[in-house]
């Protein structure tokens, strides 16, 4: 089906923004409800949920190399259920990419195009993401080893710029009431991590599989050292008011102002969240069109492209009421949805496949001695 292939550093590209790029706006805000001034150590305890879903993603591979788990799913519990685990997968990367087109709109809309229909701004992002898609994976690996590096730089200047007005005091005293708030404060990142599980969709048209694991650990590592950076330069400049707002990064790139020169610096964060978005749209749209090939076993995916960015635009309208319902998901039932569609069912397949795996070699094992 696909024909051109990505390098696993490219693979790796595409991984970090699949998570950072909603992660950096709403996880700060969210973890600090439940961890307070621990809030960032939560990255730490969440990225475990990144390694494991690494972890699982490339089990399954091995056991099953240049198949994507909509294959490996028949392979392991038979057709039927395979088929029904692959519908799940698919309702699944509908829901939430239509959720994630939604944040981006709802962002959007909320704080800087404030006439503009959400419909029209989700629609445009749909339609440049379906362009994307439909050229091939080896132009998305190329445009996020492009633009990767864009949403780094600007992220770092960020924090510098706001260097001037931290407080180290913020953050004391560091695990007052011990390691459970940090820990508890990790439940909801811990759903973004699990869309590591994405590499899933791509380790199959790896060039350099055998760097794949590495570089998907690395993903892992790059993605808890923002959230890290992020919440940390977070609390040091609003300290404990920072639960109260939705966006906190937003709020705070105002706080900014350099000889009365260098301030409104809130095209940056536009920008950052523009391309960050922008890229991991196109990643889960990738997945879903590629599952929805193989799901009806058809030879390329590519002329599913628009009828699915039709459907992924009809599902962002459809997902959520409004920004406080959708907040309400997010930092409620919203991670253990993730983690249970992309580790826990997975971790079942990976099991079953094991058993499955060991039950054969005992087979034939007991063959080969009644041969002899």
């Given at each position: 089906m696909e024909k051109e292939k990505i390098t696993s550093v490219q693979m790796m590209f595409l991984l970090y923004p699949t998570v950072i790029a909603?992660?950096?706006?709403?996880?700060?805000?969210?973890?600090?409800?439940?961890?307070?001034?621990?809030?960032?150590?939560?990255?730490?305890?969440?990225?475990?949920?990144?390694?494991?879903?690494?972890?699982?993603?490339?089990?399954?591979?091995?056991?099953?190399?240049?198949?994507?788990?909509?294959?490996?799913?028949?392979?392991?519990?038979?057709?039927?259920?395979?088929?029904?685990?692959?519908?799940?997968?698919?309702?699944?990367?509908?829901?939430?990419?239509?959720?994630?087109?939604r944040e981006y709109g709802e962002f959007v809309v909320g704080n800087f195009l404030f006439r503009t229909p959400i419909s029209v701004v989700m629609g445009s992002m749909v339609?440049?993401?379906?362009?994307?898609?439909?050229?091939?994976?080896?132009?998305?690996?190329?445009?996020?080893?492009?633009?990767?590096?864009?949403?780094?730089?600007?992220?770092?200047?960020?924090?510098?710029?706001?260097?001037?007005?931290?407080?180290?005091?913020?953050?004391?005293?560091?695990?007052e009431k011990g390691v459970m708030p940090s820990i508890m404060g990790s439940v909801i990142p811990q759903g973004w991590f699990s869309e590591c599980f994405l590499m899933a969709f791509l380790l199959p048209y790896v060039i350099d599989q055998h760097n794949g694991p590495k570089w998907g650990n690395m993903?892992?590592?790059f993605i808890a050292l923002t959230l890290l950076m992020t919440n940390l330069v977070t609390l040091l400049v609003f300290g404990a008011i920072t639960a109260h707002f939705v966006y906190p990064v937003m709020t705070i790139v105002r706080y900014i102002s350099i000889a009365d020169f260098l301030e409104h610096l809130e095209a940056v964060v536009m920008a950052l969240w523009v391309v960050g978005v922008f890229l991991k749209i196109s990643v889960f749209y990738y997945a879903i069109a590629v599952a929805m090939a193989k799901w009806l076993n058809l030879e390329?995916?590519?002329?599913?492209?628009?009828?699915?960015?039709?459907?992924?635009?009809?599902?962002?309208?459809?997902?959520?009421?409004?920004?406080?319902?959708?907040?309400h998901f997010v930092a409620t039932t919203g991670p253990f949805y993730l983690m249970f569609v992309q580790i826990i069912l997975p971790w079942l397949l990976l099991l079953i496949a094991k058993w499955r795996k060991r039950a054969v070699s005992s087979s034939d094992a007991v063959l080969q001695e009644h041969g002899k």
């Open positions: 909603t992660a950096i706006l709403i996880v700060p805000g969210v973890t600090a409800h439940h961890a307070k001034q621990d809030m960032w150590i939560s990255p730490l305890w969440a990225s475990l949920a990144g390694f494991l879903a690494v972890y699982i993603t490339v089990r399954l591979h091995r056991l099953y190399p240049k198949k994507t788990p909509i294959e490996y799913s028949v392979d392991i519990v038979g057709q039927f259920l395979g088929k029904l685990i692959g519908l799940i997968w698919l309702f699944f990367y509908f829901h939430v990419t239509g959720i994630v087109i339609f440049v993401c379906a362009v994307a898609v439909r050229s091939g994976l080896n132009v998305l690996g190329q445009l996020a080893q492009l633009l990767v590096p864009f949403v780094i730089m600007l992220l770092m200047m960020i924090v510098i710029l706001l260097l001037p007005d931290i407080d180290l005091r913020n953050m004391l005293p560091i695990m993903a892992v590592v390329h995916y590519q002329p599913l492209v628009f009828p699915v960015g039709w459907i992924l635009l009809f599902m962002s309208i459809w997902a959520t009421r409004d920004l406080m319902e959708l907040t």
